[in-house]
């Protein structure tokens, strides 16, 4: 493995931002360049969030290109299909099976995009997209709040890396007394891809 | 064994390692972490400051008492800060002092992307600019260096990218900085800028320039990476990372010191390339002082200076100017998706302003708005903020509007750490002058936009420690205000008689509209998610336009509540005219029994 570029998003809250540190430690850890950019600020307020992480032998910049991410990592529908253009064509999408409505949905001004629209945009640029039932794992191993884990464990399974080095990456990310439930989460995550 | 750091991280590290012994800083998206960070460390003093010009003043205080000091903000916070960025440069220093200004190119935060680069020029102040992490953290040494050598505060500039990226940084150990003098100086003639001192002064920062202008051609964080020499690039910041990675074999001239330039280095590399371009983020800074040398180059006629670059951007920029052939364009696709309903931040569930502005909404009230969370009161469905210019602005621009006979009472609104911040000399300008505006302080107990710091209000410092908590009734009061009022932010009918009562008095007045931020860890233990009565319901949809992220119309129009996000503020149960919305009390009557 050479280099890697991933796109991660989601909703302010979600542990988008969690999510990239840990990433970004798992290339370090596997012994390449990593960078990690971000933009804080709104994210706690329920805003859409964007992350991009890459790993290589040598990174420069640490934005990636719109239609150059492998991975598409969304935790959230509607944030998927907002950043599907990200994606590389025929990189591979990870997308928790939730939504979340925005204001404009909820309060009934807009319609929430439906599974058709997504699925259609999805296709024209991939065939590999994996959804994910994350929250429901998630609840499952005790938290929804592990939501975000449960979605690394299922990238894990689909990158060469030693399970060993994400194992590490999550126990240095999260605070100690929780780094059980987020090891169990990412264990999940991790037998829901093949 | 290198660490990722974000830029703020780095820079908070070199703080530390390079003997920095004072900081003072206005929390500012994307300066914030910073400050955060450097307290952290052992050994130093670290404070909030009430704005950024006491910031930078409390910062130069230490410096000229012998003490390395720093003082960070966003690029707008230099605005707040120039006076003193001026005289500073005038003065110079004892020990070093270094100014970090964050800038927002793309404004991800902020009413403007000002490029910072041009208040180095305008007060003759040396700016440098790392392109990672690792020299976010080096410049800072190097930067205290200069000014320690140069008698000179150094602008330490970042944007956004350099300040929210992390990339890899090598660690290393704290070297104290000198102690403080063992007097205070007294050099009247450098210190006291009277204008026969100030006078002498001017030809000194001149000269100053000229020495580090010479400085700049060995200054080691300056290099040419010499290519193929059939295009150059001249670069700095972020955008150096996309000149690698868009022309990997391009000559290139990083420069880590962007004012001044070194005339030697940069005349030797665009003479020695065919073609010299000259990437750079905002203005064409770098570009006009090459200029200036005499030079031809090309920089802002391929590359825009409005917003952020990315390496997309650059690709198609540089193939659009010829600098890459057209098979250097990465095709990819942009599927039809239709139009998505959009996510802008939005006041969190149980947010103390939402019950304000559905007030302010419902009285129509003219809204002079300030810098915020409350600054989201503008965006539908609340629609309730009518100007928002800079920190502070609110009370001034109400008083002019009604020096003006504007028919309408305007109304100021700010929060408790912009009212810190630039609102009370803007309230005692109003009480003097006999104006009639109505001030209202949001007082969520916090600063809570930029990520929840403590203020004069908290009762505690940024470092941890009790304090004593201002008061606003008696400040309002003594600012001139004769008539102070404070209201529960969460009790919409007191909002509201408060409200009518000021706008029927024809005299100036405060109201304080108190209600802490619901992130708060005091207030996530109170959370109550409240119900909704589905016989009761009929679906009419005033709860929705309270713009409640908790709120979720059904597919059968009616209302219900999400109870992960809801925490029982009870704004739309007051909203609700068939009383369709359970209020806390009965949510809790009903579980118990």
Redesign the interface.
């Given at each position: 493995m050479k280099s890697m570029d991933f796109i991660v998003v989601g909703?302010?809250g979600q542990g988008t931002l969690l999510a990239s540190?840990v990433i970004?430690?798992v290339g370090?850890g596997a012994g390449l360049?990593?960078?990690?950019?971000?933009?804080?600020?709104?994210a706690?307020?329920?805003?859409?969030v964007i992350s991009h992480v890459r790993w290589g032998e040598k990174?420069?910049?640490?934005?990636?290109?719109?239609?150059?991410a492998d991975f598409l990592l969304a935790f959230e529908k509607?944030?998927a299909?907002?950043h599907?253009?990200w994606l590389?064509?025929g990189g591979v999408a990870l997308v928790n099976d939730q939504a979340i409505?925005?204001?404009?949905?909820?309060?009934?001004?807009?319609?929430?995009?439906s599974d058709e629209?997504f699925l259609?945009?999805?296709r024209?640029?991939t065939d590999r997209l994996y959804l994910i039932p994350s929250l429901a794992v998630a609840q499952e191993v005790g938290s929804?709040r592990v939501n975000n884990v449960v979605m690394l464990g299922a990238l894990s399974a689909l990158l060469d890396v030693d399970e060993a080095v994400w194992r590490a990456a999550i126990e240095e990310r999260v605070p100690p007394k929780y780094v059980e439930l987020n090891l169990r989460a990412f264990e999940r995550g991790r037998g829901l891809v093949k | 064994m290198k660490k990722l750091l974000s830029g703020n991280e780095a820079i908070a590290r070199g703080a530390w390692e390079y003997g920095v012994a004072v900081a003072s800083a206005y929390p500012g998206t994307p300066s914030t972490e910073i400050l955060e960070e450097f307290a952290r460390y052992p050994n130093v003093y670290a404070e909030w400051a009430t704005n950024e010009k006491v910031a930078l003043d409390v910062a130069i205080g230490a410096a000229y008492a012998g003490r390395r000091a720093m003082s960070t903000m966003k690029h707008v916070g230099l605005n707040v800060a120039a006076d003193a960025f001026f005289y500073a440069s005038m003065t110079g220093i004892e020990g070093g002092l270094v100014i970090v200004s964050a800038d927002d190119p793309a404004m991800h935060s902020s009413q403007n992307e000002q490029d910072n680069r041009n208040f180095g020029k305008f007060a003759r102040v040396p700016v440098v600019e790392p392109v990672d992490s690792q020299e976010a953290k080096d410049l800072v040494g190097a930067a205290l260096d200069i000014s320690e050598q140069f008698d000179t505060p150094v602008l330490l500039r970042i944007t956004t990218r350099i300040a929210h990226s992390s990339t890899p940084v090598e660690l290393g150990e704290r070297r104290e900085g000198p102690p403080p003098l063992p007097t205070y100086p007294r050099k009247f003639e450098k210190y006291v800028m009277l204008p026969v001192n100030a006078r002498k002064r001017h030809p000194v920062i001149e000269e100053r320039i000229r020495k580090l202008t010479e400085f700049a051609e060995t200054f080691p964080f300056n290099r040419i990476e010499w290519g193929d020499r059939d295009l150059g690039i001249v670069t700095c910041g972020v955008a150096y990372q996309y000149a690698k990675e868009i022309f990997p074999t391009a000559s290139v001239l990083k420069l880590g010191m962007t004012y001044p330039i070194p005339p030697r280095m940069v005349r030797e590399f665009v003479g020695g390339v065919k073609r010299a371009i000259v990437l750079e983020e905002l203005d064409p800074f770098v570009e006009n002082e090459i200029k200036l040398l005499g030079l031809w180059v090309e920089g802002k006629s391929i590359f825009s200076g409005i917003g952020e670059m990315d390496p997309r951007l650059v690709r198609e920029q540089a193939i659009a100017a010829g600098l890459l052939p057209e098979s250097a364009r990465k095709t990819y696709v942009v599927p039809d998706v239709g139009s998505l309903p959009g996510r802008p931040p939005v006041l969190c569930p149980g947010c103390p302003h939402r019950g304000f502005y559905v007030i302010t909404r419902k009285l129509k009230l003219p809204i002079n708005g300030d810098i915020g969370c409350y600054t989201l009161g503008a965006l539908p469905p609340l629609n309730s903020t009518d100007t928002c210019g800079c920190m502070g602005a609110s009370i001034g621009v109400a008083h002019g509007a009604d020096k003006a006979g504007s028919p309408e009472r305007n109304i100021a609104v700010l929060g408790d750490s912009t009212f810190f911040h630039t609102g009370m000399p803007a309230l005692l300008n109003v009480a003097y002058n006999k104006g009639k505006t109505i001030t209202v302080v949001l007082d969520n107990r916090v600063t809570a936009m930029t990520g929840h710091q403590d203020n004069p209000g908290t009762g505690r410092t940024l470092q941890g420690q009790e304090t004593k908590e201002i008061e606003f009734e008696p400040l309002l009061r003594a600012l001139g205000m004769d008539h102070v009022h404070t209201v529960n932010a969460f009790d919409l009918r007191e909002v509201e008689r408060a409200l009518r009562e000021a706008v029927k008095r024809d005299e100036a007045s405060a109201l304080v509209v108190r209600g802490e931020c619901a992130l708060l860890p005091e207030a996530r233990k109170k959370y109550v998610p409240l119900r909704v009565d589905e016989e009761r319901c009929n679906g009419c949809g005033l709860c929705f336009r309270v713009g409640c992220p908790a709120i979720v119309k059904r597919p059968d129009g009616k209302a219900s509540i999400d109870p992960l996000l809801c925490t029982g503020c009870e704004v739309c149960a007051q909203v609700c005219g068939r009383k369709a919305i359970l209020f806390r009390a009965q949510v809790l009557e009903q579980s118990e029994g």
């Open positions: 909703v302010g540190d970004a430690q370090l360049e990593a960078k990690k950019s971000e933009v804080h600020g709104m706690q307020r329920g805003g859409s990174v420069y910049s640490p934005l990636i290109g719109k239609g150059e509607l944030e299909l907002r599907v253009d590389k064509p409505p925005p204001v404009a949905v909820s309060s009934g001004g807009a319609e929430y995009p629209r259609a945009a999805f024209a640029v929804a | -």
